[in-house]
C-alpha cells in the first residue's frame, strides 16, 4: 500500500510498505480523509531532521477489527481522536480526565507511536481513539479532530454571553474557534495579517464584527467598544502574548493554543499589568483529545461550518506538488485535506 513521509525542508516521499498488523485492541482503518495539521507545517519547514510519518486529522472505514474490538464494528464510518485517556487513571478517576495528557505513560496515544500515519491508504488505530459519524461526510470528519483542538480552547477561555472577545490568529483553530463564540453570544473580533484575504472573508461570514490586519494598523490602538476586551483567544505564536495582555478588561482571561520552539519560545511579560487588571493566563493543549460526540453534534446541527475551511484537496500520488500549490498561495489557503477516492 502507499503511505507518504515528510522531511524538512518541504519535502515529500511516498513509499510502497505492506499494510500493517493490528493487535487485539486495533482497527485496521481505511483511510478516506486526512487534514495536514499546522503542526505539520512546522515538521515540514525545520523540525523533522528524518523522514517521518505524519497525519491524525484522520476519518475512514473500519477495515477490520482485532478480537478485543466491541466499540465500532467492520464497514462503520469513524474519525480518530489523536489520543485519550486512560480510563483507569488516577486523573480520570478522579474528574480530572483531561490531565491524563503528555508525559503519562498510560495516555493512549496515536501520534508518534504509528510508522504509517494518515497520508496513507491504511493505518492501524486503537480503537478506543474511534468515534463513529454516521451523518457527516468524510472530509467534515476528518476536521472534527481540530475542531476538538478548538473546542478545548474555547472552553478554557470561558467564553460566556456578551463578552467582548479577540481571536488572534486565523487559521484554521481561529476561525474555528470564531465560530463557537459566536455561538456563545460572544461580541468577536479577529487579529490577523493582511495577506490572507480568504481568511479575512471567513471571519466576517462566521460573525466576526471585524479583522483587524495586525500589519497595517497598531492593535494596541484599536478602539474596542468597552476599552479592552474580556477574552483573548491566541492561536498565533506566543510571541504576541506581551501586547494583548495590555488589551485585557479587568478580571478578563488569555487563553492561548498557540506555540513556538526555541528561542521564539521564550517571552517577557510585565507582571504589574497582569496582577493590577487581575487577569488570568491560561494554556490550552488538547491532550488528551476531549469533546469529539459535542462537535460531531455541532457540525451535524450546522452551528460549526467545516466545509468552507477547505481550500485544497490533496491526493496520495501528488502530496508534494499539492502541498507547494497551498503553500504558493497565502491569499486563499487555509486547509488542506488529503482525499482518497
Known amino acids: 500500500m502507499k503511505t507518504t513521509y515528510l522531511k524538512a525542508p518541504f519535502q515529500f516521499k511516498q513509499l510502497d510498505v505492506p499494510i500493517p498488523e493490528i493487535g487485539e485492541e486495533d482497527i485496521l482503518l481505511k483511510i478516506k480523509a486526512c487534514g495536514f495539521c499546522g503542526s505539520e507545517m512546522t515538521l515540514l519547514q525545520y523540525a523533522a531532521e528524518e523522514w517521518t510519518p505524519f497525519g491524525h486529522e484522520i476519518a475512514g472505514i473500519v477495515e477490520k477489527i482485532g478480537s478485543h474490538v466491541k466499540n465500532v464494528k467492520v464497514g462503520d464510518k469513524v474519525v480518530v481522536e489523536s489520543s485519550t485517556f486512560n480510563p483507569y487513571s488516577d486523573e480520570a478517576r478522579n474528574g480530572q ?63 460566556r454571553l456578551n463578552d467582548d472577545v479577540l481571536v488572534y490568529g486565523a487559521g484554521t483553530i481561529g476561525l474555528m474557534v470564531v465560530q463557537l463564540a459566536v455561538a456563545a453570544g460572544a461580541n468577536v473580533y479577529v487579529a490577523n495579517r493582511s495577506r490572507s484575504k480568504k481568511k479575512a472573508e471567513l471571519a466576517l461570514q462566521f460573525g466576526a464584527k471585524e479583522v483587524i490586519f495586525t500589519d497595517k494598523e497598531n492593535i494596541l490602538e484599536y478602539k474596542f467598544p468597552k476599552g479592552g476586551l474580556d477574552k483573548i483567544l491566541v492561536t498565533a505564536p506566543p510571541a504576541v502574548i506581551p501586547d494583548a495582555v495590555n488589551l485585557m478588561n479587568l478580571g478578563g482571561i488569555l487563553a492561548f493554543i498557540g506555540i513556538s520552539y526555541g528561542e521564539e519560545a521564550m517571552i517577557t511579560l510585565d507582571s504589574n499589568i497582569v496582577h493590577h487588571k487581575k487577569m488570568q493566563i491560561r494554556a490550552s493543549d488538547a491532550v488528551p483529545a476531549l469533546y469529539f460526540p459535542l462537535c460531531i453534534d455541532l457540525v451535524e446541527e450546522g452551528v460549526v461550518d467545516l466545509k468552507s475551511l477547505v481550500t485544497y484537496h490533496l491526493d496520495l500520488d501528488h502530496v508534494q506538488e499539492g502541498m507547494e500549490a497551498f503553500v504558493a498561495d497565502p491569499e486563499n489557503n487555509v486547509k488542506a485535506v488529503l482525499v482518497n477516492e
Open 97 to 159: 480526565p483531561e490531565l491524563n495528557g503528555l508525559g503519562h505513560d498510560d495516555l493512549i496515544n496515536y501520534i508518534g507511536t504509528r510508522d504509517v500515519m494518515g497520508f496513507s491508504e491504511y493505518t492501524a488505530v486503537p480503537a478506543a481513539l474511534c468515534v463513529q459519524i454516521d451523518k457527516l461526510d468524510f472530509i467534515e470528519g476528518a476536521l472534527i479532530e481540530p475542531l476538538g483542538v478548538a473546542m478545548d480552547l474555547f472552553k478554557t477561555a470561558d467564553i
